[in-house]
């Protein structure tokens, strides 16, 4: 069955450093992957989408790869500050307009 | 800038009983899909519905879930009778076109079910 990892260890980091979240996959061949984030009590918000035929895609201080080959993708935020603390879900999708299947999100705290 | 709206917040029912959940979408978005999520689990797709029919369901959504766009404005999910695992946040989420892929969500309605 289709499975999407994410650490559920909460990632604690310095504010200023780059945070690095994971998400694998298995049993999957999404067309892209997208990274949501999530505060307590709210819906996902949209953050970045990558697809299948692209390594790297940036925005501001977010990065995102996708190695289809690793089945894995990584969600960097540099310069972190406070005000990112949040869930971070990767969801995957196999077609446009189609359901998004996610991960089980990773909380980021970043102290002062 | 334009946002999913859902009614209520919070909605507390006993089990049995029938409830409808109620959203309504960015005004020229065409695709609308509802989530839910039990309190520290993954968010899950229930159901996806465009052209005023269902396009995909998951296996969650069983005869006792259903949806409507009874208006242009908007759409909603009805639970016929509830049972305490349906006790979950509920997100409605939609997307302006066919062929887009970034899914707008809104804030949830937290469904409590006794």
């Known amino acids: 069955s289709q499975k999407i990892e994410q650490n559920s260890e909460a990632l604690n980091i310095q504010e200023g450093k780059t945070a690095t979240l994971t998400c694998n996959y298995t049993?999957?061949?999404?067309?892209?992957l997208q990274w949501y984030r999530q505060d307590p009590g709210r819906g996902p918000v949209f953050l970045l989408l990558?697809?299948?035929?692209?390594k790297e895609k940036r925005k501001e201080r977010l990065k995102v790869t996708f190695d289809t080959t690793l089945k894995q993708s990584l969600f960097h935020i540099t310069a972190s500050q406070p005000a990112d603390s949040a869930t971070y879900l990767c969801?995957?999708?196999?077609?446009?307009?189609?359901?998004?299947?996610f991960g089980g999100g990773t909380r980021l705290m970043v102290k002062p | 800038e334009p946002e999913v709206t859902q009614t209520p917040s919070h909605q507390v029912t006993q089990m049995g009983q029938e409830v409808i959940l109620r959203c309504v979408p960015i005004?020229?978005?065409?695709?609308f899909y509802w989530y839910r999520q039990i309190l520290g689990q993954k968010v899950e797709f229930l159901v996806s519905?465009?052209?005023?029919?269902?396009?995909?369901k998951s296996e969650i959504f069983d005869d006792q879930f259903s949806v409507e766009r009874p208006d242009g404005s908007n759409f909603t999910l009805k639970i016929r009778s509830t049972k305490l695992e349906d006790s979950a946040m509920y997100f409605c989420?939609?997307?302006?076109?066919?062929?887009?892929?970034?899914?707008?969500f809104g804030p949830g309605t937290r469904l409590t079910v006794t």
């Open positions: 969801a995957l999708g196999l077609n446009a307009g189609n359901m998004l299947t």
């Open positions: 049993n999957y061949s999404p067309a892209y």
């Open positions: 990558i697809r299948e035929n692209e």
């Open positions: 005004s020229n978005h065409l695709y």
């Open positions: 519905f465009y052209n005023n029919e269902i396009s995909e």
């Open positions: 989420a939609s997307i302006w076109r066919v062929n887009s892929y970034e899914q707008y």
